[in-house]
């Protein structure tokens, strides 16, 4: 725990439409794209009724990078005019962590 | 955001084992019990190959106080024994916040 450095976590949480005809082309797409990024991490994602997608950054410059990423821009529009009916985003700074392996 | 009060979140990100028996009610049990606790705020699942769970908290302190309430311990034993071949607990202070609602 000494030697942790802080990083960051944007947590982005959604409900989506019915239909989210070409969705999956392009999150497959994106997600390739964020992990080619300066200060990428990682990247986990969950579904059932509602989709959590956590990303982890270095730090808020990268996180704003990416944001504006002119690939990414092009993403959110569509997410907003057709594939989600809400989202949330939240940036966090990871303070402390830890973990049990089997 | 000028008003915006900065708070917490703990993600838990788990792969779970072939066998759960005895998970699914513990699980209902325990996040009932956790939207008692003082400081809590919110809660928020998903679980495909990888279980991501976020919950949100007021503070530090009502983050620990749940980590060490009685009952909860006996559900992280259980799970360490039984239900998970690894998770990974990030504490995190959400810095900024932004959302869309169609």
Redesign the interface.
């Given at each position: 725990m000494e030697d942790f450095k802080p990083y960051y976590?944007v947590?982005f949480?959604s409900i989506q439409n019915q239909n989210i005809d070409g969705y999956s082309e392009m999150a497959l797409k994106i997600e390739r794209l964020a992990k080619q990024q300066s200060g990428f991490l990682g990247i986990?994602?969950?579904?059932?009724?509602?989709?959590?997608t956590?990303s982890y950054w270095e730090s808020l410059e990268a996180i704003q990078n990416w944001k504006q990423h002119s690939e990414h821009l092009i993403a959110q529009k569509k997410g907003?005019k057709d594939w989600?009916?809400?989202?949330?985003?939240?940036?966090?700074?990871?303070?402390?962590?830890?973990?049990?392996?089997?």
């Open positions: 976590a947590i949480t986990e994602s969950a579904r059932n009724d509602i989709g959590i956590v907003i989600y009916s809400r989202y949330k985003v939240r940036i966090c700074r990871v303070e402390r962590e830890y973990e049990f392996i089997k």
